[in-house]
């Protein structure tokens, strides 16, 4: 069978209640999920519930950050308990932003891994290097480290309801997109370090490209043989724009099946 593509959307920390309203009418309208694509949206923690009650089955329910925490002296938090209570499917963990911006460190990103498969969300980890970590020639050695994060808690029982996101954070916001080929020499990289673990985990679990990704890219990012989908940013913000990436996804996989 042909695996699917999964493309999710990111809001960072833009929205309303009356913009999540009228992406929703343009997106049902749109919709390009029924073709075979997994279609998420990661929206702020406030806007989960109404995107949890508004969304078709056939969007998955996102938020953008989980903490580390189960339960306790946290003020402010949100467990991942909480996430599922309001309808939450999925989580991006270890964002660039937050790594950047918000001292978010492996160990962090590790625990928070953890509160999300404890609580069956689908987790979407994050990585990426700086523009001077790739002029450096650091680019494998930061993604490795941070996969040594997580490594030892993907199996081949929960590959598939995991995600990772190779997001250089050169591209991200930038409008400077990686190449395809750069994309793809990360991607098999990262699928490599999985497989020296588990060949069956390496091979279930999806890989997307974020950064930059908008409808006149995505095809030729998707089609390398290891991007399995994109997390997009800026592009996901009005719905048309967003249904144009997932329009493209979609025709790959007719091509695929045509061939
Ligand atoms: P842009 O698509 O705006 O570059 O953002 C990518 C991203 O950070 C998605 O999580």
Known sequence: MMRKFMVAGNWKLHGSESMLKNWMADFVT????????DVALCVPFLYVPQLSDSAPRSLIVGA??????????????????????VGAQLVLIGHSERRQHHGEDDALVRAKFKQA??????????VGESQQQRENNETFAVIERQLAAVIDLLDADNAGQCLLAYEPIWAIGTGLTASAEQ??????????????KD?????????LYGGSCKGSNAFELFSMPDVDGGLIGGASLAAEDFVAICRQANKLLD?????
């Open 30 to 37: 749109n919709d390009q999920s029924a073709k075979g694509i």
């Open 117 to 126: 498969l404890a609580q069956g969300l689908m987790p979407i980890i994050c």
């Open 64 to 85: 953008q950050d989980v903490s580390a925490h189960a339960s306790g002296a946290h003020t402010g938090e949100i467990s991942a308990a909480m996430l599922k209570d």
């Open 183 to 196: 994309a793809q020499e990360v991607h098999q990289f990262i699928r490599s370090q999985l497989a020296s």
């Open 199 to 207: 060949v069956t985990m390496a091979r279930q679990i999806r890989l």
């Open 255 to 259: 091509k695929k099946q045509s061939n």
